[in-house]
């Protein structure tokens, strides 16, 4: 029936009324849940009033219809292969994989071990690292009240991922984590924890993987990434899920002295996704990048919404974010450098191009600055638009068919990003992919 | 407020709009705060046709209820103390010995003849410009050009006016807008007819028995097919303004293969809170270009728009903000694209000193259908101390594969290495500064009238003026 | 490649209300005045406001954010601060059936 408005409680939301503390898990995280959960109840969605959504909308994200996962490993029919083919050298990868609110370990890497590199599932880390996860998760990195969304996700989470690479240890083989997507109808709150102390570095892989869904379900995620004084971590997502997955994920991140950040976000898949980048230089002469690219299609929207903290001084970030739509996509970026009095010497930019590449799709930008230091370089730009006409002519004139062309350009368009994924096989599985979908 | 039958003839000069009427209904005691009486009295007494009396309560109903934004500058007003149409004698009572001496300085730096020195002081009568205004009045009249005060367009050119007013910017478009079309009053109504190139700018200055600097003025201005006119309203010397609140609209109609330029500087003295609405509609083939100087003001919140609605219809902002301690310059653009072939471009230069904020807030929307449309931003903001502050605030909304748009901002400090140049050349450092500056904003100021560039260029002499050191 | 989507039955759309659909994946409002039906983007042109939450009038639909009108039978804007027109759905009654072609 057009225009009725339901008020009943979602099966999630009447299960978040009922919920009552669990005896196994921390009670400082029960407590945690427990707020979040009398703040969802207490919050309405964030409006446009609220700048961070200026574009993108919050009711694509909400718990409507949804129950809590209950998908058991195996659930996808992700196969081993597939895996495999993303992440390369099976034998010594270490990787697993969450799917519900389960984590399983797919293979492990004894040279990580070794190495004292820890890769567990959030469970097991409430469990035997209970007092240092509980130092990340109140340090307040990502507020419970930050907005209901937000606070749906601490009301929901259970599991999730710790990462831990101790003081001075180079990790010598990636880490693989992966998300999948649950059953049809159904919400995940999936946490992630990457810790790289003091001169140490990493490379984390989440890769976000589903099949063709029946209905939709929800992904409500936040990563909260912290990089030690000096310290080196890469940090790469890709997402590629079946066309009725909704994912909302929040990445914060918080870097020491002179600390190392990459963040690669790649987007192909999913329905409705959000992506909301966060960046805290704390600490003076960190280097931080977050770089972005997606490809949407059909009927898909993507927003990103970043902000570039500069809290210190002599601190440099870089924020590049490359995207194409086409059919009747829509897809935005936000974002803000806030440079504060004392970040004196900062060096922050923002460039976001995004090529439009059929009639009914749509592009928006906002690229923000506010800065209150003067001694400074700070700089944005934007530019939309569709393929270059006389690029395309160029190739035709080789020999190439204008779809083949459009194809080529696109994809030299996206290798910009594409090139910084420290690992092959995924940066095939991104050209590959571009290749074959362009229009 | 009751309304007893006593008449009472109001003292010529206590009131702007120097008004007479025996027989008033009201009692025309000046009350603050803002009433569907003041308004209904307002109307009244300057005889307005009943449909626009409606056009004011309408506006007035959603003034009321319409909230404050949530965004751009901090607003501290009372509203309910504000005299929204007739001003209490006292007011006005203000002599030469009040003026702050910086403001005596910055008059005599700038070279400002005495007889203009009272009235931008707000302190004499209105300037006599008389007779330089009587021989172009001639000649407009010669050319079916129409210039005159609104009030005075409204009485005479009704049909036109009840054509046009309210149709580029609705009563409902803002809060602000909303409240100068329930109270407006003065400001300019501009008819140029098909094919008139008018060589000559249009001032508001010459506009002869009427506000110079009103609170809530509203200008209409509709240029037919092919034709050309360049108005320019305001001033680069410090104005002082008893009113701390200036809310303005300003409408512009430019017919097919016409060409509009408004150029506007505004140096309102602190207290001032600038909030204007300035829109224009341009179609087939017509140009709208605003020239936007904002140098004075406590909060100034301006975005001038072009709706690109004809084919092959272009617009542009040149757009400079000076900001220093106390002030908030909270301005930019909007190109709204919806016929094929238009194209647009916005010039933003920004400047903050000490603990000035200057903010850009732009928006670039093309529109399906909008073929071919092109687009160019360039924001540059210069901070001039430590804690200066600037924003950019770009909205950049593209809805068509045809189109070609770009946006670049950059935010930095005065080159070191440019001011050492200057100095081995053997400029003081001040000078230096000055000029470093002035070139900075020069893409801009090169398209203002000579005499407001050379005007401003020596007020940007005088800020930098113990601002190094 | 348009196609006609069965929405609802006219019955279900009351007099003068304008009520949001989703149809193939779009956004639109209908809008019923007697035995006619109107079916127009449930985005205002302006600033992307439902206008299924306006005002409907005879002949157009007013947005409750700005006051912006658009003509319910071609989506034309009548009145600032619209300039743009919003999309007009074919649309019809079939045997007391409302069909939107998308």
Known sequence: MPGTITDELSPVEQKLRAWQPDSDIPQWFSALRGSARDVYFDTVPPDRSDEAWHYGDPRRYSLDGLDIAHAQPGFNGIRYERICGLTGRPSRVACLSMVGDNVTEISSSTPLRDAGVVVMSLRQALALRGDQLQDYLSAGLVPVHRDKLIASHYALTDNGYFVHVPAGVEAPEPIHLIMESGEPGSVVAPHVVVVTEAQSRAQVFIHYLGRNDDARNLQLGVIQSHVGDGADLTLTKIEHVGPLTDIMTHEAAETGRDGRYTSIAVHFGGKHIRHEAVLNLRQPGAEASLLGMHLVRDRQRYDFYTQQNHQAASCRSNLLFKGAVQDRARASYQGVINVARQAQQTDAYQTNRTLVLSPAARADSSPQLEIEANDVRCSHGSTVSNVDDAQVFYLQSRGLSVDRARRLIVSGFMAEIADRIPLATARDYVYNYVLERVQ | ?469 | MSERHFVCRLEDLSDGKAFPVTVDDYEVVLIRHGDEVHALEDNCSHQDFPLSQGEVLPDRVRCRAHGAEFCLKTGKALKAPAFAAVRAYETGVEDGRVWVET
Request: charged residues 25%; hydrophobic residues 40%.
């Open chain 2, 1 to 469: 407020m009751s309304s007893n039958a006593v008449t009472q003839q109001p003292e010529v000069g206590a009131y702007a709009a120097g008004w007479h009427d025996p027989d008033a209904k009201y009692s025309f005691r000046a009350e603050p705060g803002l009433s569907e009486s003041v308004v209904r009295q307002m109307s009244e007494m300057k005889g307005e046709p009943s449909w626009m009396l409606e056009f004011r309560l309408r506006s007035l109903k959603h003034y009321q209820t319409r909230p404050m934004p949530t965004w751009g500058g901090h607003i501290d007003l009372d509203f309910d103390s504000i005299y929204y149409y007739l001003k209490p004698e006292a007011d006005n009572a203000r002599s030469w010995d009040d003026v702050p001496d910086a403001i005596k300085e910055t008059f005599e730096r700038l070279g400002i003849p005495e007889a203009e020195r009272t009235v931008l002081a707000g302190v004499g009568a209105q300037y006599d410009s008389e007779t330089v205004y009587h021989n172009l009045r001639e000649e407009w009249q010669q050319q079916g050009v129409v210039f005159l005060d609104m009030d005075g367009g409204l009485a005479e050119h009704e049909g036109l006016v009840r054509e046009h007013f309210g149709s580029v910017i609705a009563p409902e478009d803002n809060k602000f807008a909303a409240l100068n079309s329930a109270v407006w009053s003065g400001g300019s109504f501009v008819y140029v007819p098909r094919g008139v190139q008018l060589e000559i700018p249009l001032q508001a200055y010459f506009r002869i028995n009427a506000d110079k600097a009103g609170q809530f003025e509203r200008t209409l201005i509709i240029v037919e097919d092919g034709a050309f006119v360049h108005y320019i309203e305001g001033c680069t010397a410090p104005t002082y303004s008893s009113e701390a609140l200036h809310s303005a609209v300003v409408e512009i109609i430019a017919k097919p293969g016409a060409r509009v330029r408004y150029s506007t500087v505004q140096n309102w003295s602190a207290n001032v809170y600038n909030l204007v609405t300035k829109r224009a509609v341009a179609m087939e083939g017509a140009t709208v270009e605003w020239l936007d100087g904002n140098i004075g003001s406590k909060l100034t919140m301006k975005y001038p728009a072009v709706v690109l609605a004809g084919e092959g219809a272009t617009g542009e902002v040149l757009s400079v903000a000076y900001a220093k301690d106390g002030q908030h310059q909270d301005t930019g653009a909007k190109m709204i694209h919806v016929a094929p072939g238009t194209s647009s471009r916005i010039i933003s230069k920004s400047i903050s000193k000490g603990l000035g904020r200057s903010s850009y807030r732009g928006l670039v929307r093309v529109h399906s259908g909008a073929r071919g449309a092109r687009s160019n931003v360039e924001c540059d903001a210069l901070l001039l101390d430590e804690h200066s502050r600037t924003d950019t605030y770009p909205y950049i909304e593209i809805d068509e594969d045809s189109a070609s748009v770009g946006h670049e901002a950059r935010v930095s400090r005065v080159s070191e290495q440019q001011v050492f140049y200057l100095m081995q050349r053997g400029l003081p450092e001040e000078e230096a500064v000055a000029m470093v500056v002035s070139g900075f904003i020069e893409p801009i100021t090169k398209e203002l009238p000579l005499e407001y560039a050379v005007e401003l260029n020596r007020l940007i002499e005088l800020e930098m003026e113990g601002s190094v050191g």
